[in-house]
């Protein structure tokens, strides 16, 4: 089992930054990609960004593309999302996810990732 466990989430002001954490756990050696995803209230949830957890791939939302940048440290099994340029409409409760299957290319459907952690709110005030 793998356990993901999301922090950093707060109140920033609109174009402010903000860098989240996801702490990798457990049997990570069996993580493949692990991915960000957020929801805002009455809507679904959605892919923002993932990366390989062994290789230097990574994917982004257009939403977030050239503004968010995931990153991974492997000495602290740390999964980062730094977020630039932060709007209103980037207010949401984030998930970091790990998937344990290997497929070709980062997933952005939510399904194919089997643990979430429990989530850390972002608010942007404008």
């Known amino acids: 089992q793998v356990r993901v466990v999301e922090s950093g989430g707060r109140l920033v002001q609109a174009g402010d930054s903000l860098r989240l954490s996801c702490a990798v756990s457990?049997?990570?050696?069996?993580?493949?990609?692990i991915g960000w995803f957020r929801q805002a209230p009455g809507k679904e949830r959605e892919f923002v960004a993932g990366?390989?957890?062994?290789?230097?791939?990574?994917k982004y939302a257009d939403t977030v593309k050239d503004r968010f940048t995931i990153s991974r440290d492997n000495a602290e099994n740390t999964v980062y999302l730094q977020m630039n340029s932060l709007k209103s409409e980037d207010t949401a409760v984030y998930y970091c996810?790990?998937?344990?299957?290997?497929?070709?290319?980062?997933?952005?459907?939510?399904?194919?990732?089997?643990?979430w952690g429990q989530g850390t709110q972002v608010t942007v005030s404008s």
């Open positions: 990366m390989s957890y062994k290789g230097p791939n990574t």
């Open positions: 996810a790990a998937s344990i299957v290997a497929y070709p290319g980062i997933v952005v459907v939510p399904e194919r990732y089997t643990y």
């Open positions: 457990g049997r990570t050696f069996t993580a493949q990609t």
